[in-house]
């Protein structure tokens, strides 16, 4: 499940960049992976000298095309309507993070992976879906949908299944039996120190 994971956040962050409508959301991926990459491989060195310095890749690239709190109130479900505004804000931010540290070392791992962008139709109104599939070196073909809604002329990500695993619902089903558990509180606490330990 982590490994699936992983490769949906390096999916995500390869389908980064639908700024502009008019561009075939297929192109914009092929795009953006390449961007992505050649970043990774430019800054390789410094990257291997001072790990910490993938996040601001990721932050550079990334974080400006995904839909965070749309992520977070599908992610909690009815715990978001049940969250007061700061709780929902710590939530996102902890969220973000999270995603953000898991993709950056999912990165190092996939980065020599080739992707193949499927034609895509028109979207259908505010919903896309894109779809993608990572050859690794071996086995089998990773499948990769991409679920994107536009919002002030923006194509933003909010969802990305592997393997007819959604990322989302993945990550609901985690925090919803934390949150029965413990609290939200106690989850945002725990993300957080989570967060902290990833640091490097």
Not at 68 to 81: K, T, Y
Not at 97 to 124: D, F
Request: aromatic letters at 8%; a positive charge.
């Amino acid at each position: 499940m982590k490994r699936l994971i992983a490769t949906g956040l390096l999916a995500l962050a390869l389908a980064s960049g639908w700024a502009v409508a008019a561009t075939p959301p297929e192109t914009v991926v092929q795009q953006t992976s390449e961007q992505m990459l050649d970043a990774l491989r430019q800054n390789r060195a410094a990257i291997d000298r001072e790990p910490g310095r993938i996040y601001e890749l990721v932050n550079q690239i990334v974080l400006p095309n995904f839909d965070f709190e749309l992520m977070s109130r599908w992610v909690l479900g009815r715990a978001w309507q049940q969250a007061n505004p700061e709780q929902r804000r710590q939530f996102t931010e902890e969220f973000r993070t999270l995603l953000v540290r898991t993709y950056a070392r999912a990165l190092l791992e996939y980065a020599n992976e080739a992707i193949k962008v499927s034609p895509a139709g028109a979207p259908a109104g505010n919903e896309a879906t894109i779809r993608t599939e990572v050859q690794p070196k071996s086995g089998r073909p990773i499948q990769i949908n991409y679920n994107m809604h536009l919002g002030n002329d923006a194509w933003k990500v909010y969802d990305v299944t592997v393997d007819g695993i959604s990322l989302v619902t993945s990550y609901r089903d985690s925090f919803a039996s934390q949150i029965r558990a413990s609290g939200m509180d106690a989850v945002i606490a725990d993300l957080r120190q989570r967060n902290a330990g990833s640091t490097r």
